[in-house]
Structure formats: structure tokens, C-alpha cells
């Protein structure tokens, strides 16, 4: 058995693992990674696009900016649509705040290609160990040898289906969750976006947005069953119900991706047990109608990075400072997803009152700004400066 000792052994190679070691690397903490998927496949999976004004900061912050300002879409203001109206809301002039579109992928890609420290990719038989006393550990198996990974603290950054918060001792870490009774069909289509901004819509026949990921490519959902069966979604019929729900025809495109993406709450608390941190998805989970998750688990791993260099007050107080963000987080995605979709049990009532919202969302200057700063995002705590 090979094995190797560092300060912090790091679990997962997504976004959350990748920056937290580039923070750690910053610092001069030495660190390993350890991931049981592919480079290839970290890098390819189509998932969160919208950063925060935070993260976009934390990543320029941290050298990893060129890209994603080339690339990069700065949007000021979103657009709800309803009862057949379009209705912006400036989140530049109402915080100074904006959003900008550029995939959690290129995100992935930018901290992979700037990792110098190790990283072992399609690790086989991962587990934890350890972590209750002074000398947490990893095993796993790679390139037919055994390795174990001696540390100082874990932080698992493995995801919501990872094997750090399972290997928790039952009866400490208590989950709170909510399944929603829809889910999103997504298609990522080549076509330009019909809108410079991204569009919620909330319609009678159910939610729809458009989203993009560059100026030739667009990202787009309609609200559907949770299990829905995609062979009754033929192209032109999804093309059909996005222009019903958004109001307007979309610049088509050949779809180069389809699928369904189930909406759920997720809290695990605390987000620590003696050595052992989680950091997000591992931690928690959002509805993606808020933009949060990417954004999240960055806010998380600039607390674990700054309690990790030296800062133990703050690692003590890791799960305490990060739940009060990420709560912060659920109450606004659920928000949003219970202001902008259609459920089961709604009648003519509920559809009234939801419009009623919607109304005052876009009519009151307070209402408009509350809705902008969580969606641009609120500070980070402890996020570096540039050197």
C-alpha cells in the first residue's frame, strides 16, 4: 500500500473540492484530491451556468478569471414574464450587483487546468476513515495499487450522492428535505438566444425559462412531471410548449442535449463531525429555480479554506456561519419555485394569488431589490482579495 501525508485530504473533483484546494494552495496548505469519476467526465457534465457577483469575484480573485471574463455573459437584470408581459428587474441598479452566465463545466475546466498539487482521477473503492480522532484517512485504489491518504481534516466535497456524509455515524447529522412534484425537462439547443437576458415565465400551463450558455448557445426548461417519459417529447413539441410558455418564438436550433432534472430541497446539519467537513452538494441541495448551487458551495469552501489556514474560531464555527447562508438560499429557491410554477393541488385561487405576487414582485421598488440581492447574491464571508 502506497501512502501519502498532507494537511487536508480533499473528496471530490467538482467545483466545491477544486476551490477549495485552490484556496488551500493560496494559502500554503498542501492538500490531495481524490475523485472516483473521469476528468472528462467532471468537465463535461452540463449543469449550473448563473454565478453570483461573489463567485465570478472569488474566481478572479483567485487567477482563474481570463476565460471566463472572455467568455463569459454579464447579464444586470433578469425578466419575469406573466399574464403575457414582460417585466425586468435591474439588479445592477437596484444593488450594483450582477450575474454573470458561464457553465459550471468551464468552471470545473479552469480549476482543473490550474491544479498543480495531486489529484487522482477514477479512484476505485474510496472510503473514509478516521475522522473522529487526529489522523483522518482516504483509501482508495488507482492504477491497480492501493493508496491511503493520511491527513490532519477531510472536507468532502463528493455530492449529494458521495460517500462522506453516509459515512457519518447515524443519529449525528440530521437531514431535512422536500420534494417538489415536478421536475425540469432541459434541452441545450444550438441556436442563439432569442433574449440578452434570462426569462422565467410563469404560465397556466406551467414554468419555462430561458437561460443560455454563449451567444450561440441556448439553455432552456419546461416544467414537467417528475419521472417524465422523454420519448413523448419530440423536438417539436418541446420548441411548441416554449414558445406557449414564454410568449414568443425562439430562435431554433438543432438539440444537442435532453433530460429531466428532479427538484428537491436538501439540508444535512451540522456540516461537520469531528475532522470531517462537507461542503456542497454533499451538504445541501436547492431547486435550481434560484441559481444557488454552484454559488453556494463556493460561499461554503472560502469558510473551510480560511478555519483550514489557521483560523480556528472560524473552523468551529464552519457549519454554524455556512447553514445560516445556505437557509438563506433555500428560503429564496423555494421562493421563487413556489411563485413561478404550477402545482398539483393549485386552483383558480392559488393561480390568482401568484399573479398577485408576481405583480407586486415587479411593481414595488422594495420587493424588486429583495428579489435582486439574493439573486445577485449577497457577500461572501471570508472570500480572498486579489493579490
Given amino acids: ?117 495531486p489529484l487522482f482521477y477514477e479512484a476505485e473503492d474510496v472510503a473514509v476513515s478516521g475522522f473522529e480522532g487526529t489522523s483522518p484517512r482516504i483509501h482508495f485504489r488507482h492504477g491497480g495499487e492501493d493508496y491511503e491518504v493520511v491527513c490532519d481534516y477531510l472536507a468532502g466535497c463528493d455530492g449529494f450522492h458521495g460517500i462522506c456524509r453516509p459515512s457519518i455515524p447515524a443519529g449525528v447529522v440530521w437531514t431535512y428535505e422536500k420534494q417538489y412534484p415536478f421536475g425540469w425537462l432541459g434541452i441545450l439547443a444550438e441556436a442563439a438566444p432569442a433574449s440578452e437576458e434570462l426569462i422565467y415565465a410563469s404560465h397556466e400551463r406551467g414554468f419555462a425559462l430561458m437561460s443560455m450558455r454563449s451567444n450561440s448557445v441556448t439553455r432552456l426548461y419546461l416544467q414537467c412531471e417528475p419521472d417524465e417519459d422523454l420519448s413523448g417529447w419530440p423536438d417539436a413539441r418541446i420548441w411548441e410548449e416554449l414558445d406557449a410558455r414564454l410568449g414568443f418564438a425562439l430562435n431554433q436550433g438543432p438539440i444537442l442535449q435532453k433530460g429531466v432534472t428532479a427538484m428537491r430541497s436538501f439540508v444535512a446539519e451540522p456540516m461537520q463531525y469531528g475532522r470531517l467537513f462537507l461542503a456542497g452538494d454533499a ?95 449577497l457577500p461572501f464571508e471570508y472570500a480572498p482579495v486579489a493579490h
Fill in 1 to 117: 500500500m502506497r501512502q501519502i501525508r498532507t494537511r487536508v485530504g480533499i473528496v471530490g473533483a467538482g467545483p466545491a473540492g477544486l476551490l477549495l484546494a485552490r484556496l488551500l494552495d493560496r494559502e500554503g496548505v498542501d492538500n490531495v484530491i481524490v475523485e472516483n469519476r473521469s476528468r472528462r467526465h467532471t468537465e463535461e457534465r452540463v449543469r449550473a451556468g448563473v454565478l453570483e457577483q461573489g463567485t465570478r469575484d472569488l474566481l478572479t480573485a483567485l487567477g482563474l478569471g481570463e476565460r471566463m471574463q472572455q467568455q463569459g455573459l454579464v447579464h444586470h437584470g433578469i425578466e419575469l414574464r406573466f399574464a403575457g408581459s414582460g417585466h425586468r428587474i435591474d439588479m445592477y441598479a437596484l444593488t450594483g450587483r450582477a450575474i454573470t452566465v458561464y457553465g459550471q463545466n468551464e468552471v470545473v475546466k479552469d480549476l482543473a487546468d490550474a491544479r498543480s498539487g
Fill in 283 to 377: 451538504a445541501h441541495i436547492v431547486p435550481p429555480t434560484g441559481a444557488k448551487g454552484l454559488n453556494l458551495a463556493a460561499a461554503d469552501v472560502c469558510v473551510l479554506a480560511r478555519g483550514l489556514a489557521g483560523d480556528t474560531a472560524v473552523l468551529e464555527r464552519y457549519s454554524e456561519i455556512c447553514l445560516r447562508r445556505v437557509w438563506r438560499a433555500q428560503h429564496f429557491s423555494y421562493w421563487m419555485t413556489s411563485m413561478l410554477h404550477r402545482f398539483p393541488q393549485h386552483d383558480e385561487f392559488d393561480r390568482r394569488r401568484q399573479l398577485a405576487e408576481l405583480d407586486m414582485v415587479t411593481r414595488s421598488v422594495a420587493a424588486s431589490t429583495a428579489l435582486a440581492e439574493n439573486y445577485a447574491g
